[in-house]
């Protein structure tokens, strides 16, 4: 018992509003068209978002910028030292010890807003899900230990999880 | 062949039969738990007719009650969302700046609308806790599952809930 039993007691002798006797016709009605067709009651159907994967656009963009400045950066050293220029460019860039070449020197991924956004039904299936949306910022840093040179590429992504929830 | 149709009718006449019996059963809580956000029956009956329809169609049982409830109030949030109008008008009696339009409840006496003005003048998460908890009859755990929060914080949104609604009515009594 607790102090608001007298006042729970209450509560539910209030009986709520009955719905009409429409509303069951309507129901049978939907549920014997197809699903595609049916009366959406005044509610549009959801519309198909496009979602950025932002996690792979910035990976992407970054991974572009690093191969760029790492090709400048090469043929700016070959050009430079013509005495090794018979040396096979690859292996230029592929020594990590290589002084005047840009390293990764930083990678975080800061989550600053989960969000939860409820049970649904996913797409092709009748496992009810919860979708649960994270946005987080990236940031890659490259830095040139002989040069002191850096470069840096922050990106905001956005990640949609499906979790699968038990059924109750 | 002709026992296969058969049974196959028998078995949508079951289906058609049950989703009745389980409506029926369900209509008035889900009802006044689309009112929460919905300021009229005719509103609120088209959210909860939009909601059934999408969850029996996967389901064919309200085992998942949960799943029922959320996607009304998924469907409820949808269709508020897209009528800018609506919204404001939503937000401005959520405020408890303007009384519901048509009443939650079947009223009796005095004492009944005085509750049940109360329960209009609650703060909504509240409210919807508590419709969950006492028109519903959602353990603490449903409630949970239902709005992506923690049993605590439901059983306590409930608890302020009764506070709230004692305090409002104390002057009355």
């Given at each position: 018992m607790n102090d608001f039993s007298d006042l729970e007691i209450e509560l539910e002798k209030l009986?709520?509003?009955?719905?009409?006797?429409?509303?069951?016709?309507?129901?049978?009605?939907?549920?014997?068209e197809a699903p595609g067709s049916a009366a959406t009651a005044g509610v549009l159907p959801r519309t198909q978002r496009l979602h950025w994967n932002w996690v792979t656009l910035g990976l992407g963009v970054a991974a572009a910028a690093f191969l760029v400045l790492a090709r400048i950066d090469s043929d700016h050293s070959v050009k430079q030292a013509p005495a090794t220029a018979s040396a096979p460019p690859v292996s230029s860039r592929t020594t990590p010890e290589?002084?005047?070449?840009?390293?990764?020197?930083?990678?975080?991924?800061?989550?600053y807003n989960t969000r939860n956004?409820?049970?649904?039904?996913?797409?092709?299936?009748?496992?009810?899900?919860?979708?649960?949306?994270?946005?987080?910022?990236?940031?890659?840093?490259?830095?040139?230990?002989?040069?002191?040179?850096?470069?840096?590429?922050?990106?905001?992504?956005?990640?949609?999880?499906?979790?699968?929830?038990?059924?109750? | 062949m002709i026992i296969k149709d058969r049974e196959k009718v028998m078995e949508n006449?079951?289906?058609h039969e049950n989703w009745k019996v389980c409506f029926s059963q369900?209509?008035?809580?889900?009802?006044?738990?689309?009112?929460?956000?919905?300021?009229?029956?005719?509103?609120?009956?088209?959210?909860v007719q939009e909601a059934f329809v999408r969850f029996w169609r996967k389901q064919h049982s309200v085992d998942n009650r949960a799943l029922?409830?959320?996607?009304?109030?998924?469907?409820?949030?949808?269709?508020?969302?897209?009528?800018?109008?609506?919204?404001?008008?939503?937000?401005?009696?959520?405020s408890?700046?303007?009384?519901?339009?048509?009443?939650?409840?079947?009223?009796d006496d005095?004492?009944?609308?005085?509750?049940?003005?109360?329960?209009?003048?609650?703060?909504?998460?509240?409210?919807?806790?508590?419709?969950m908890k006492i028109w519903n009859e959602f353990t603490f755990a449903e409630i949970a599952n239902v709005l992506g929060i923690s049993q605590n914080t439901a059983a306590s949104r409930y608890r302020y809930a009764l506070a709230a609604l004692k305090r409002n009515l104390l002057p009355h009594e």
């Open positions: 009986r709520p509003v009955q719905p009409s006797e429409n509303l069951v016709t309507q129901i049978e009605r939907a549920l014997a290589k002084a005047d070449q840009l390293v990764v020197s930083d990678l975080s991924q800061v989550v956004e409820g049970l649904l039904f996913a797409d092709d299936s009748a496992q009810p899900v919860r979708r649960v949306r994270s946005q987080t910022r990236e940031t890659l840093q490259w830095r040139n230990p002989s040069t002191g040179a850096s470069l840096r590429v922050s990106y905001p992504s956005e990640e949609i999880e499906l979790i699968p929830i038990s059924g109750q | 006449a079951a289906t369900l209509a008035p809580g889900l009802l006044l738990f689309a009112r929460q956000w919905m300021r009229s029956n005719a509103d609120a009956e088209d959210v029922l409830y959320a996607t009304v109030r998924s469907i409820a949030l949808d269709f508020i969302r897209r009528d800018s109008r609506r919204a404001r008008r939503e937000a401005n009696a959520f408890g700046s303007e009384q519901s339009v048509e009443p939650y409840f079947e009223v005095e004492s009944q609308q005085v509750l049940h003005d109360a329960i209009d003048r609650l703060p909504h998460e509240q409210r919807e806790v508590l419709v």
